[in-house]
């Protein structure tokens, strides 16, 4: 399996590190022979998976079925909340600055997220 990227800021995700995949095929109903569409892979990283779910819905009926099930994934569970702060630490530690690690808010988690 070949690397992916995140759909909306092009981090590259490498095979088995944390992310969201979307997956998509296409197959006709009711018409003989049935056709399939190869399916498509479209992947999320942590922090954007966070970011979408907050923010407002998506224009588009296909951008909208996406968001509403990455948002069922983000509220289902913490465990994508703390992957995206996870990544976001790994950022910050790669700084060349001495500044001071932020300490992430847990006040913050039902709020915004923006980058
Ligand atoms: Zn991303």
């Not at 009926?61 to 703390?82: F, T, Y």
Request: proline share 9%.
């Amino acid at each position: 399996m070949e690397n992916l990227f995140c759909l909306r800021c092009n981090r590259e995700i490498e095979v088995g590190h944390k992310s969201v995949a979307v997956y998509m095929f296409a197959q006709t109903v009711g018409i003989r022979p049935r056709q399939k569409s190869s399916a498509q892979r479209i992947c999320f990283c942590p922090q954007c998976s966070v970011s979408l779910a907050m923010g407002p819905p998506p224009e588009g009926a296909l951008n909208l079925a996406a968001w509403n099930m990455i948002r069922d994934l983000v509220g289902a569970d913490p465990a994508l909340n703390q992957a995206a702060w996870e990544n976001l630490r790994g950022v910050v530690g790669l700084l060349p600055s001495g500044e001071p690690e932020p300490v992430p808010r847990r006040a913050a988690a039902g709020g915004y997220f923006e980058f």
